[in-house]
């Protein structure tokens, strides 16, 4: 296991529903990310957040909202979506700031969405 | 515009091969490349991480190779095993450590 759990870990939701996905991470880390995997399309980075602050938002749809209450946890608050967001939904963290080397990622197992 | 691209994007191997993946990058500056491995339905985990002084590193049956002047990386795979069978992903971390990733290549070990 990586120490990054996800959930749920598949989850049906038709375009006018709200939902959340949830992500935990049990390394300790300081930074965490929602990256966005589309069959036969590289992984797509979202949101990244350090130290609890959005540092980066890859210019997503505003019907994607995230929240980062505290450094182990991260979520993915989803309304009004389309069949095209239909993907996996993959959270990471890190450990940013140590100069030198290289800061890894490490991934949860994604939250496979569907959007009817 | 940086991008990585993998070749080939798919791969199909008997049992106990070996077998080369290849990652072409366009990201300048570079400051490392990674391999990941990626099974279905699980997020990527990390093979090997490169920086530009490194050319070859290893884990386990995985060799990653690094040359920094073509801007080429190759993943290795010896005797293949079953369990080998999921995406790789290469990997290109550049200016501000920003990720670029490549589109994986989906390999199957057959038995």
């Known amino acids: 296991e990586t120490g990054v759990t996800q959930t749920p870990r598949h989850l049906v939701m038709g375009m006018t529903n709200k939902k959340s996905l949830k992500c935990e991470q049990h390394?300790?880390?300081?930074?965490m990310y929602w990256y966005k995997q589309s069959a036969k399309k590289p992984l797509e980075l979202m949101f990244v957040y350090n130290f609890k602050e959005q540092t980066e938002n890859n210019s997503v749809p505003s019907r994607f909202s995230p929240e980062c209450p505290n450094s182990s946890h991260l979520f993915l608050h989803l309304h009004t979506l389309q069949p095209e967001d239909s993907a996996l939904y993959l959270c990471?963290?890190?450990?940013?700031?140590?100069?030198?080397?290289?800061?890894?990622?490490?991934f949860g197992p994604g939250t496979r969405l569907t959007v009817l | 515009k940086n991008q990585v691209e993998q070749s080939p994007q798919s791969l199909i191997i008997l049992e106990g091969k070996n077998c080369t993946l290849q990652?072409?990058?366009?990201?300048?500056?570079?400051?490392?490349l990674r391999w990941y491995k990626q099974d279905t339905g699980r997020g990527p985990v990390s093979l090997t991480i490169m920086t530009f002084s490194e050319n070859t590193k290893s884990n386990g049956r995985y060799t990653a190779t690094l040359d920094a002047d073509t801007k080429q990386s190759s993943l290795h795979i010896t005797a293949s095993q079953l369990s080998d069978s999921a995406s790789y992903i290469c990997?290109?971390?550049?200016?501000?450590?920003?990720?670029?990733f490549g589109g994986g290549t989906r390999l199957m070990v057959k038995p």
């Open positions: 990471a963290s890190s450990q940013d700031g140590d100069t030198g080397v290289p800061d890894t990622q490490y």
């Open positions: 990997v290109v971390s550049g200016a501000g450590n920003m990720l670029t």
């Open positions: 990652c072409n990058y366009t990201v300048s500056p570079f400051s490392n």
């Open positions: 390394l300790g880390h300081n930074a």
